[in-house]
């Protein structure tokens, strides 16, 4: 099939799928492939013209740009890889039917991509990029240890032949003991509640008895009061 016909098929099936509400889409089909077939490429484009293109929706971690075995020139089509999935289907609607210097190309998914053999005629930064691909690799960050965190013991001065037991962790030492002179307040300070306490307690003692002696002498003089008036009652009667 012509490949103009194969780019404004593959742009229908975009915009039907714009219209349409369904849930499922004709992208479903190419879940299991990260891989994008790129066609109708200017033959100056090289592997890196390429990336910088194709990655604006998502990290692209490999790029096969077909070239002629004898000359080593681009026959204008490419294979890419994308880390995420996703980023293909967003590559098909976004890219395909574009033009780059002049020339329209097509994008489409690919289902089941093969890698290319390994030939003598391809020179070593092709073969490279064959297995590793172009994404950016991991880098190792290692901690920075300054100067305050390291601390200066003996064993430092001390010559290699000489070993010297392992050194145990210095923890924080609380300072729960108390000096004398805390300890003699503290004893000051009881025996001051004691003695306020018994003052208190001799007060109470003393009025208990106030009020006893009180009482008894009231008794008496109201007995007394009483033996006056009979008395008097007696003398009344006889005269």
Same mark, same amino acid.
């Given at each position: ?25 004709w ?12 066609g ?16 604006q ?33 967003l590559a ?62 003996l ?20 300072? !729960?003991? *108390?000096t004398? +002179? @805390?300890?003699?307040?503290?004893? /000051?300070? &009881? $025996? !001051?509640? *004691?003695?306020? +306490? @018994?003052?208190?307690?001799?007060? /109470?003692? &003393? $009025?208990?008895? *106030? ?27 006889r005269?």
């Amino acid at each position: 099939m012509n490949p103009l016909t194969n780019m404004k098929n593959v742009k229908k099936l975009s915009d039907q799928e714009l219209r349409s509400l369904n849930k499922t889409t004709w992208h479903d089909q190419y879940r299991e492939s990260a891989w994008i077939f790129v066609g109708g490429l200017p033959y100056d484009l090289s592997e890196g013209d390429i990336v910088c293109v194709f990655s604006q929706y998502g990290e692209i971690v490999n790029v096969n740009l077909i070239r002629d075995k004898d000359t080593g020139k681009s026959k204008g089509f490419c294979f890419i890889c994308y880390e995420d999935q996703r980023s293909t289907d967003l590559a098909v609607d976004n890219f395909n039917g574009i033009k780059i210097l002049n020339r329209t190309i097509r994008v489409d998914h690919v289902s089941d991509y093969k890698v290319p053999k390994n030939s003598e005629k391809k020179d070593e930064e092709t073969k490279k990029l064959y297995q590793e691909g172009c994404a950016p690799k991991p880098v190792e960050v290692k901690p920075v240890v300054s100067n305050n965190d390291l601390r200066e013991t003996l064993a430092d001065y001390i010559v290699d032949d000489i070993k010297l037991p392992p050194r145990l962790p210095i923890y924080p030492i609380k300072q !729960e003991i *108390k000096t004398e +002179k @805390e300890e003699d307040e503290i004893v /000051k300070v &009881k $025996k !001051e509640k *004691k003695a306020k +306490k @018994e003052k208190k307690h001799k007060k /109470k003692s &003393k $009025k208990r008895r *106030k009020k006893s002696s009180d009482d008894d002498s009231t008794s008496s003089d109201s007995s007394t009061s009483s033996e006056d008036r009979y008395e008097r009652k007696k003398k009344k009667k006889r005269k």
